[in-house]
């Protein structure tokens, strides 16, 4: 890690590239450099490179290569698991609608609100419970008076890290003869994505390479052999079988590849990492929240029980203090973390996901998420906890 990031805390919105994954990915930068969709020997070389790498990915995942796409990223391929699989469905004749919830990433919720819109297809956005959890009770209420065709709701929610039980949820989605899309780009390397023996029911899932250590502008899509195969959201060339057009990024595709197959090399190690920290960050935490000004003032998003969310992401609301006010202010500290808000049009927004849990805009304005991973130290986590403290006692003293 570069010395002027002295404390980085923002691991769920990317990583840092592994030096294994840097290293696989030079040569087809360098002298391999060709197109992998070329006849010629070069052509064929990269070719080979990528699917290696299918094949890596699909190992880890349990499923068959050809059942996996490459794609730009984690928002191309959410675009596919939405609009293109809705599209091909109403091709064939199919009127039911489409059911997300209410806290998906913007690359699902706003392709679900753009068909409904633009295209005339029946939406249902189902909500969390206060922990940020969607409920098997919650889709089943939505699936009786809702009828649907495809049902998407993420595994693991990129702000809060709320963890949702998919395995039930997609197994409910199929009694009621529709198809089921999660969103796994913040569980994948986190929980087991064990497509053939956990997550039978799963027929669409969206994944991308820079939440894991590997580069930005690569991303997969899995559909399942036997769900109906989505319409191309980028058309030409007829690459990846014609499901997706466009040059193939060998490079950051052969560094996907490697930062999976790394996933698995001394992984109870990492997760015990992750969790030790994670655990200790929320405990600091809960200790800030117990005396001073600022004692009662502090509000977990993140669930506390291990079992619902993810390790690695802790949101927070501070009572009145803004988001962005503590991101800026932090940073001048070399602590780098995020907020939930968006500033869209000059316009901060509260975070839709934590407005959903507990309706709150205020809270939902002041959120503050601090997200590790596997280079995070405790003497990060010190650093920040200290920080906070001093931080937290201004910003009290001063309101």
């Not at 190992?59 to 609009?83: C, H, K, R, W």
């Not at 409910?172 to 994948?188: E, G, I, P, R």
């Not at 907020?339 to 934590?354: L, M, N, Q, W």
């Amino acid at each position: 890690m570069d010395t002027f990031y002295s404390h980085y805390f923002d691991y769920a919105a990317t990583t840092p590239v592994h030096p294994e994954v840097l290293d696989a990915m030079l040569p087809f930068l360098g002298q391999h450099f060709a197109n992998a969709h070329s006849p010629h020997q070069a052509g064929q070389d990269a070719k080979k490179a990528v699917e290696v790498a299918r094949q890596q990915i699909a190992d880890y995942l349990q499923v068959t290569p050809a059942e996996l796409i490459f794609t730009s990223g984690g928002t191309e391929s959410n675009n596919i698991g939405i609009m293109g699989v809705m599209r091909a469905l109403k091709a064939q004749g199919d009127t039911r609608g489409l059911i997300v919830s209410s806290v998906e990433h913007s690359a699902v919720l706003e392709a679900a609100r753009y068909l409904a819109h633009y295209e005339g297809i029946p939406l249902r956005e189902v909500a969390p419970n206060k922990q940020g959890v969607i409920s098997t009770d919650a889709l089943e209420a939505a699936l009786k008076t809702h009828p649907t065709a495809l049902v998407s709701i993420m595994h693991a929610n990129n702000e809060t890290g709320a963890l949702n039980d998919i395995q039930s949820l997609s197994k409910l989605t199929h009694t009621y003869q529709a198809f089921f899309h999660t969103d796994a780009v913040q569980s994948l390397g986190k929980v087991s994505l064990d497509l053939t023996n956990t997550l039978p029911h799963v027929d669409y899932l969206t994944a991308t390479a820079h939440k894991i250590y590997g580069s930005k502008g690569v991303g997969l899509f899995f559909m399942r052999s036997t769900a109906p195969k989505p319409h191309p959201v980028i058309i030409g060339g007829g690459q990846e079988n014609g499901f997706r057009g466009g040059t193939l990024n060998t490079p950051a595709i052969v560094g996907f590849g490697k930062a999976v197959e790394l996933l698995q090399t001394h992984e109870d190690e990492r997760q015990a990492h992750l969790k030790g920290l994670t655990t200790f960050l929320i405990q600091g935490i809960q200790a800030l929240n117990t005396s001073g000004a600022s004692a009662g003032k502090i509000h977990f998003n993140t669930p506390l029980e291990e079992d619902a969310r993810v390790c690695g992401i802790v949101n927070l609301s501070v009572e009145g203090v803004a988001g962005e006010k503590m991101v800026m202010q932090l940073d001048m500290h070399n602590i780098c973390v995020s907020s939930g808000s968006a500033c869209h049009a000059d316009k901060i927004t509260p975070s839709h996901v934590v407005l959903a849990q507990c309706g709150d805009e205020a809270l939902a304005l002041s959120t503050l998420r601090i997200s590790l991973g596997q280079f995070s130290t405790q003497d990060d986590v010190e650093a920040l906890l200290k920080t906070l403290e001093n931080r937290l006692a201004r910003w009290h003293q001063s309101s």
